[in-house]
Structures are given as C-alpha cells and as structure tokens.
C-alpha cells in the first residue's frame, strides 16, 4: 500500500521561500515518476511539478518555471519542491503524487496516481 506523507507546508511573506518534502513508502520507490499538484480554494487542482525516475527529467507548470526546483533522494524515498520568490498567488495545499510508471509524463497527465494528504503553503502579500 502506498502512503505519501508530505511536510514543509507554512505561512511565508511574498518573496520568500520554502521547501516541501514528500516521504512515500509501501513500493520500490526509484521505480516510480514523483510530482506535485496544488489546489487553491475554490480551484480545481493543477500540476506544479514532474521528475522522472531517475531524477535525470524534470517537467514544470508555467507558472513556477524558474522559481521551483524538484528533486528526489531515491536512498531516502523523499521527493522535494523548492519553492523561491513565492507569490501570493502560490497559496494552495501542496499535494505530492506517485506514478504508476517511470516518466514524468505520467505525473502530468495525472491518470491513476497515488496521492498524500497535502500540506498547506500560505503567502502573504
């Protein structure tokens, strides 16, 4: 059974920064794409970021192009989001995803994922 437990979520000022960690468990974790999904109140949910398996590819939304960083420690089963220059417009609960196979593609199109719980990030302007 797959189980994602994410943290780092908080309350930053405009400009500032944060990390997001996601611990996942109950599968051979280097087998699988990881990513992130955001969801804002009164917003459907939306991709932030991909790696794939190896942590060679990465995939970002437009909008945190440059800003966010992911990565992955596969000896550790933790996937990251590096979050730089946060705007107000970040605020949202940060969810982290498990693929069901090994490309970051298969994050983006978010068929059949395993999801965490979600931490929430709040920016104040």
């Known amino acids: 059974q797959v189980q994602l437990v994410e943290s780092g979520g908080g309350l930053v000022q405009a400009g500032g920064s944060l990390t997001l960690s996601c611990v996942a468990s109950?599968?051979?974790?280097?087998?699988?794409?990881m990513g992130w999904f955001r969801q804002a109140p009164g917003k459907e949910r939306e991709f932030v970021a991909a790696?794939?398996?190896?942590?060679?590819?990465?995939y970002y939304a437009d909008s945190v192009k440059g800003r966010f960083t992911i990565s992955r420690d596969n000896a550790k089963n933790t996937v990251s989001l590096q979050m730089n220059s946060l705007k107000p417009e970040d605020t949202a609960v940060y969810l982290c995803?498990?693929?069901?196979?090994?490309?970051?593609?298969?994050?983006?199109?978010?068929?059949?994922?395993?999801w965490g719980k979600g931490t929430l990030v709040t920016v104040s302007s």
């Open positions: 995803a498990e693929a069901q196979g090994s490309s970051g593609t298969d994050i983006i199109g978010a068929r059949e994922l395993f």
């Open positions: 109950g599968r051979t974790f280097s087998n699988y794409a």
């Open positions: 790696i794939s398996w190896s942590g060679i590819n990465t």
